[in-house]
């Protein structure tokens, strides 16, 4: 049990376009989704957290206007990297707890490899 | 500032040995949890273990145990017969109130 999936899990895309990159729980109900990005080499940085049904709250120093995050279900979270630049490039991961609190358990999608031309 | 430290960037241990990895954390909170998280080459994360930080017991889940000594803000775990698979990074994280926040990984090989 408790099997996130992540779509796509690469993505090479043009500079200037957007793209979205989907969440979703598989046998549960995730009421918080996080949003992690991490660099080769590097540990996870926490970008964003979502409850189902609320905004999500950004961590500093992340564009929420360049990374839109929907959670519109209790198995759906959609993270839109719009105008990607090739900075924008890197390893996407999101993870999913049953209840709400960063305390919970977070269970890992297999992550989504983004390259920007 | 809460922070995690592995101090270990990478180790190597010999197949079916014994290896102890590191972490250390600061913060002011007293209610938390504790994890440490595996990344195998598919960069998969996968929970290892867990601890809440109001249990003075050291959580067990088979080959992994934890040392946890609180006054210490000190998290390690060992890992017992080492096995081929246990290659990865490993992570440690801590969630004190609305934060989560992830060591810098240590990379350990298991050599056979």
């Known amino acids: 049990g408790a099997v996130v999936s992540q779509h796509p899990s690469w993505v090479i895309c043009k500079s200037g376009t957007s793209v979205k990159i989907e969440c979703r729980s598989l046998?549960?109900?995730?009421?918080?989704m996080f949003w992690y990005r991490q660099f080769p080499k590097q540990s996870l940085m926490l970008m964003a957290t979502?409850?189902?049904?609320?905004?999500?709250?950004?961590e500093q120093g992340v564009e929420k206007d360049k990374f839109l995050i929907n959670h519109a279900s209790l198995t759906l979270s959609t993270l839109t990297v719009t105008s990607a630049h090739p900075e924008d490039s890197s390893f996407y991961i999101c993870?999913?707890?049953?209840?709400?609190?960063?305390?919970?358990?977070?269970?890992f999608g297999p992550g989504t490899r983004l390259l920007v031309l | 500032a809460q922070t995690v430290t592995q101090s270990q960037p990478e180790m190597s241990v010999q197949e079916a040995e014994t290896v102890t990895l590191s972490c250390t954390y600061d913060?002011?909170?007293?209610?938390?949890?504790l994890f440490w998280y595996k990344q195998p080459p598919s960069r998969q994360m996968i929970l290892v273990i867990r601890?809440?930080?109001?249990?003075?017991q050291n959580a067990t889940e088979n080959r992994f145990s934890v040392n946890f000594q609180k006054a210490a803000k000190s998290f390690s775990l060992k890992i017992s017969d080492s096995q081929l698979g246990d290659t990865a990074m490993y992570f440690c994280?801590?969630?004190?109130?609305?934060?989560?926040?992830f060591g810098p990984g240590t990379s350990l090989s298991v050599i056979p």
């Open positions: 994280a801590f969630t004190p109130y609305d934060k989560v926040i």
């Open positions: 993870s999913a707890s049953r209840l709400t609190g960063v305390w919970e358990t977070q269970y």
């Open positions: 913060t002011s909170e007293n209610n938390y949890y």
């Open positions: 601890q809440e930080a109001y249990k003075q």
């Open positions: 979502s409850n189902e049904g609320s905004k999500a709250t950004y």
């Open positions: 046998d549960f109900q995730a009421t918080t």
